[in-house]
């Protein structure tokens, strides 16, 4: 896996960005995301946008679909207690390396209403799953709106603030 996340105590955006995929360990599965939220109202989630998600050259050689992959899946760090999770991709360029569900689940389940999953297009159909279907909603996750990045990041360091055309 190319890309590890935890959860951490502030949005975390990620603008113009390749993730590369890798091979995983030998019976693993790829993660992309697993986010954890404390509560419920939290503010804080991962958002990926106008990225390219794609396998590198390791990976590109596996026969297909003998390494699953998935976008995220939601981190519960204390046994039994609920998942609060927010991700998002938006305007991303997806190859096909990733699972056709995107999502994998926590523990099976996929009853959990407290874990807020956005991409385009749809590929589950999970009562936490959002599909993202306009660009007002879509722009509540861009680094301008999700984490108020034109306030405090530098000139010089490259991001785009709103939705790309």
Same mark, same amino acid.
């Given at each position: 896996? #190319? $890309?590890?996340?935890?959860? $951490? #105590?502030?949005?975390?955006?990620?603008?113009?960005?390749?993730? %590369?995929?890798?091979?995983?360990?030998?019976?693993? !599965?790829?993660?992309?995301?697993?986010?954890?939220? #404390?509560?419920?109202? *939290?503010?804080?989630?991962f958002s990926f946008q106008d990225c390219i998600v794609d396998a590198? %050259?390791?990976?590109?050689? %596996?026969? #297909?679909?003998?390494?699953?992959?998935? $976008?995220?899946?939601?981190?519960?760090?204390?046994?039994? *207690?609920?998942?609060?999770?927010?991700?998002?991709?938006?305007?991303? !360029?997806? *190859?096909?390396?990733?699972?056709?569900?995107?999502?994998?689940?926590?523990?099976?389940?996929?009853?959990?209403?407290?874990?807020?999953?956005?991409?385009?297009?749809?590929?589950?159909?999970?009562?936490?799953?959002?599909?993202?279907?306009?660009?007002?909603?879509?722009? !509540?996750?861009?680094?301008?709106?999700?984490?108020?990045?034109? !306030?405090?990041?530098?000139?010089?360091?490259?991001?785009?603030?709103?939705?790309?055309?």
């Amino acid at each position: 896996m #190319a $890309l590890s996340t935890s959860s $951490l #105590a502030m949005p975390q955006p990620s603008s113009s960005s390749r993730i %590369a995929i890798s091979s995983p360990l030998p019976g693993q !599965k790829n993660t992309i995301t697993a986010q954890s939220r #404390a509560v419920t109202d *939290s503010t804080t989630g991962f958002s990926f946008q106008d990225c390219i998600v794609d396998a590198d %050259a390791d990976f590109r050689g %596996a026969p #297909a679909g003998t390494v699953e992959t998935y $976008l995220g899946r939601p981190w519960q760090p204390i046994k039994n *207690s609920q998942p609060f999770s927010r991700v998002v991709f938006i305007q991303c !360029k997806m *190859s096909d390396v990733i699972n056709p569900k995107g999502w994998l689940q926590w523990d099976g389940r996929t009853d959990v209403k407290d874990i807020y999953y956005g991409v385009v297009p749809t590929r589950v159909n999970w009562p936490s799953f959002h599909v993202i279907q306009d660009s007002s909603e879509a722009d !509540k996750f861009t680094v301008k709106n999700f984490i108020q990045g034109d !306030k405090w990041i530098p000139g010089d360091v490259p991001y785009t603030p709103g939705l790309s055309n």
